[in-house]
């Protein structure tokens, strides 16, 4: 557990705290480097940042197999440990890497 993700993902307002600052300095690069207004930025960050998210999610899962922890309703193929907070971190990180090569490849100035 000595994995930075692991350390930030150990809490709700540190991962929050990561991510924010994380999505601050893409989006600072945006702007900079590639001429972006800060809300044209925001909004291209949250479209890629909520795509990956849902290619992120179903990664690493293992439905619950101890019957004792099974919820009556629940479905069977829920996972035992989502580990949302993780997958929050690797999606801000990934979605800012696709982020910036995408402002790489077409040019979006004045956005």
Not at 3 to 19: E, F, G, K, N
Not at 44 to 69: D, G, K, S
Not at 70 to 84: C, E, F, S
Request: no cysteine.
């Amino acid at each position: 557990m000595t994995r930075l993700d692991h350390v930030l993902a150990r809490s709700t307002p540190a991962t929050l705290a990561a991510v924010a600052a994380l999505v601050a300095a893409f989006v600072a690069a945006a702007v900079t480097l590639f001429k972006l207004t800060v809300g044209g930025a925001l909004a291209l960050y949250f479209v890629v940042w909520w795509t990956l998210l849902f290619a992120i999610l179903p990664l690493r899962n293992h439905p619950e197999t101890r019957p004792e922890h099974v919820v009556p309703g629940q479905d069977p193929g829920a996972p035992a440990a989502p580990r949302l907070r993780e997958k929050a971190i690797w999606t801000t990180l990934l979605a800012g890497v696709v982020f910036l090569a995408a402002l790489s490849v077409f040019p979006l100035a004045g956005l």
